[in-house]
């Protein structure tokens, strides 16, 4: 499975903006998808994950009632909604593609490339 996350830019605190991940190769709908960032001198972060239907997810309590994730598999698309959004949040945000949910980047099998987010106060 190739990955592409897609959507970034700069942003106000406070704003809203919607990350993509298009995806391409073998049966995208057989996979779970997660979402992680990297801050400049920090170490990647775990955000959010979805299961293969989008049925499930699974949310880091930091993120909880901010971000938001689908996906569309008949467009072999997953979406991360991010509302209020803070300069902390400024990031490369990156989607993955595993068996299953995971919270654990290393147990994912695809990654795409990322998304820079940035946002001023």
């Known amino acids: 499975v190739q990955l592409q996350a897609s959507g970034g830019g700069l942003v106000q605190a406070g704003a809203s903006l919607r990350l993509s991940c298009a995806a391409s190769g073998r049966t995208f709908s057989d996979y779970a998808v997660g979402w992680f960032r990297q801050a400049p001198g920090k170490e990647r972060e775990f955000l959010v994950a979805v299961n293969w239907s989008g049925g499930a997810t699974y949310y880091a309590d930091f993120v909880k009632g901010r971000f938001t994730t689908s996906r569309e598999n008949a467009k072999d698309m997953v979406y991360l909604q991010m509302n209020s959004l803070k300069p902390e949040d400024t990031a490369v945000y990156y989607c993955?593609?595993?068996?299953?949910?995971?919270?654990?980047?290393?147990?994912?099998?695809?990654w795409g490339q990322g998304t820079l987010v940035t946002v001023s106060s």
């Open positions: 993955a593609a595993g068996s299953r949910i995971w919270d654990d980047g290393a147990l994912y099998d695809y």
